[in-house]
């Protein structure tokens, strides 16, 4: 697979790269959570909700049956929810703020199907009890006028269909007056002017007595509906408010910080883990060290260095030339770890370190030892071995890291730099011919178990320096010895001159002449080989051309 297919293949997005780099970037979120629990208790304690008070009111459905799935407690919520309520109880405030402000500072919940509670929220105490009398009384004065008001329409439907039903009767007892005085009256008419006059009259009775209960109305949804709960205040805990608040503001917080890591990850585009660190630098990942420790576990992290710093000695140990460690975000490792190089070869053979890498006390960490701390113009001490410590970090004088090391050991933290700059550190040494022998990484992800070795670098890798050297090539067979020309002058028989021979037909436009000479006469002492069975024996004359080839010969080889 080619670079162009292997970077085609990769995703957008690589999601371990950013669970690591959110991982990696802990600080952030988890600052942002902190952030965000304090906000939420101070605001819970500078900025307390108002006061609140809660009344519940009973509600007598006219038309409640068993089967009811609350539909009728959550028309009366959504009607108590309404401007026409919260203008009403405005009014009996005797207060100026709109309606469609007021609906925000209540709720209503329908709590089982026939007690509604009521939450309403005022300036102080006094206040709030006051707004959810008045908002209670207006809700039970529009449910119980509207269930009269039903009432009331319902009675004069009836009345009017009675006045009707009377109507009616009066023509039928008419035409029953008219048809009797006749002097021959028909009795099937009568019968049946008769039979719609009793009709009639049971209308009028049926529709009388309807009227009536329909007149007396719902006294049971009147009565009934009423506020079984005064309003009261909701007691308030400080500590229960803040801690909810709190709570709140952890968990918006955390999610935040979370988002604005992603986020940063994917932007910042800075590489944490050892393969891509391994791939972008063109070298493999030889060994790794934790996070310098602030207060625990120096011990462990010292054994750790001295550990890694045993491992690159036996690496370069067998190499006569200059090495350098190479420092990107982790100078103080860098300065130490090359300090441990330099004590463990001391023991065999001077060695001296050429600090190059700023602000990191090369000579404080060196002093008390047998290495020698110097600058990059300070002359050589024949039979003394230089380790050369120096920086890759942006600002980096480039041609003064050829003077450092003939090959340089990168010390790179992960998440550090971008890829951009780690692909413009493997340029700039590649252009000066610094081999990398591989890098050291520093504080890389505990659950990154990801292969940093770069299998396409055997001159670099350290595999590639340990091998046998390669052997050299086989020599060629040697080729049949040629007869040497004798391309002298004197050499040539005497004869008349060659003549051209045609290559190529005589139609064609260019016709390429080639003097070929007669073959050289045969010796006397070389016996003649017979012709081949597929080919006739031809003697030419030497004086006449031929339309043939010419044998190649010493003496025409060169005009060929």
């Known amino acids: 697979m080619t670079t162009a297919e292997k970077e085609k293949s990769e995703p957008l997005i690589d999601l371990q790269r950013l669970v690591v780099s959110v991982r990696r970037r802990r600080r952030l979120w988890l600052a942002t959570a902190l952030a965000g629990l304090i906000a939420g208790g101070l605001v819970a304690m500078f900025l307390p909700s108002p006061p609140t008070a809660v009344a519940k009111i009973l509600v007598v459905h006219a038309d409640d049956s068993p089967s009811d799935s609350g539909t009728l407690m959550e028309t009366d919520v959504a009607v108590l929810e309404t401007t026409k309520i919260a203008g009403d109880a405005l009014k009996k405030l005797n207060s100026t703020q709109p309606p469609e402000e007021f609906l925000k500072d209540y709720a209503a919940l329908g709590v089982t199907n026939n007690v509604l509670q009521v939450t309403v929220k005022g300036k102080d105490n006094a206040d709030a009890i006051a707004r959810a009398q008045a908002l209670s009384d207006a809700f039970i004065a529009e449910y119980v006028a509207r269930n009269q008001a039903g009432a009331a329409a319902e009675q004069k439907a009836l009345l009017d269909q009675r006045n009707q039903a009377q109507a009616e009767l009066g023509t039928v007892q008419n035409d029953i007056v008219a048809e009797e005085a006749k002097r021959n009256p028909n009795p099937a008419q009568l019968e049946r002017l008769y039979s719609r006059r009793a009709e009639l009259t049971s209308k009028i009775s049926d529709y009388d007595g309807r009227a009536q209960e329909a007149g007396i109305g719902t006294p049971k949804v009147g009565a009934g509906t009423q ?91 067998e190499d006569d030339g200059t090495v350098s460690l190479l420092d990107l975000g982790a100078r103080t490792t860098t300065a130490a770890l090359a300090v441990d190089i330099a004590n463990e070869l001391a023991e065999q053979a001077p060695v001296a370190l050429v600090d190059e890498l700023p602000k990191a006390g090369l000579r404080a960490l060196a002093a008390g030892s047998k290495v020698r701390v110097l600058d990059r113009d300070e002359p050589k001490v024949p039979g003394e071995r230089r380790i050369g410590v120096g920086s890759i970090e942006p600002g980096t004088a480039w041609t003064d890291l050829e003077h450092l090391g003939a090959e340089a050991i990168l010390v790179v933290r992960a998440g550090q730099a971008n890829t951009e700059w780690l692909h413009t550190v493997a340029r700039q040494l590649a252009e000066r011919r610094i081999p990398i022998i591989g890098v050291v990484l520093v504080d890389p992800d505990p659950r990154d178990h990801t292969d940093g070795t770069l299998w396409d670098g055997l001159h670099t890798a350290l595999r590639g320096r340990a091998a046998e050297p390669a052997r050299a090539p086989e020599p060629l067979p040697a080729r049949r010895p040629q007869p040497k020309l004798d391309r002298t002058p004197h050499a040539r028989p005497a004869g008349p001159p060659p003549k051209p021979v045609e290559m190529f037909p005589d139609d064609e436009p260019t016709v390429r002449r080639l003097a070929v000479a007669p073959p050289e006469p045969t010796p006397k002492t070389a016996p003649r080989r017979p012709p081949t069975p597929y080919k006739r024996a031809e003697v030419h004359d030497a004086d006449q051309p031929t339309t043939r080839f010419a044998p190649v010969t010493q003496d025409n080889v060169e005009a060929l």
């Not at 393969?275 to 990942?285: D, M, P, T, W």
């Open 227 to 317: 506020i079984v709960d005064a309003p009261r205040i909701l007691p308030k805990s400080l500590l229960k408010s803040a801690g909810t608040a709190a709570g709140i503001g952890l968990v918006l917080g955390l999610l935040a910080g979370l988002v604005l890591a992603a986020i940063g990850s994917v932007v910042k585009d800075r590489p944490v883990l050892r393969r891509e660190i391994s791939r972008h630098l063109g070298a493999s990942v030889l060994a790794q060290l934790p996070k310098p420790p602030r207060w625990f576990r120096k011990r462990r992290a010292l054994e750790e260095r001295r550990r890694v710093a045993k491992t690159l000695i036996r690496t370069i140990r």
